[in-house]
């Protein structure tokens, strides 16, 4: 059973930048593809990024293109989330999800879960 386990969130005044790192534990994120969702207040849960297996590609949300990275490192098992130029509409619950192939497409795709980190982008 793979854990994972999100740190990095907080308070950041718009144009600054966070980064959130997930952790894995009870299994390799070489493994699986690595998604990042976000959930707004009374929103839906949405995408934001996405990494495939090894790392050497990735997929962004068009409303973070140029300004979020997303990267994987296998050696030390643990994915990360580069937030720069943040925008007050960035703030939201960030949660951290793995699985296969369509856990990209879909968080319904997606096995395991991060438990969350709030991220506050004030203007």
């Known amino acids: 059973q793979v854990q994972l386990v999100e740190s990095g969130g907080g308070l950041v005044q718009s144009g600054g930048s966070l980064r959130l790192s997930c952790a894995a534990s009870?299994?390799?994120?070489?493994?699986?593809?690595v998604a990042w969702f976000r959930r707004a207040p009374g929103k839906e849960r949405e995408f934001v990024a996405a990494?495939?297996?090894?790392?050497?590609?990735?997929y962004y949300a068009d409303s973070v293109k140029g300004r979020f990275t997303a990267s994987k490192d296998n050696a030390n098992n643990t994915s990360y989330l580069q937030m720069n130029s943040l925008k007050p509409e960035d703030t939201a619950v960030y949660f951290c999800a793995a699985g296969g192939p369509y856990c990209s497409d879909s968080y319904h795709s997606c096995d395991y879960w991060g438990q969350g980190a709030q991220v506050t982008v004030s203007s």
């Open positions: 009870g299994g390799t994120l070489s493994s699986y593809v």
């Open positions: 990494t495939n297996w090894s790392g050497g590609r990735t």
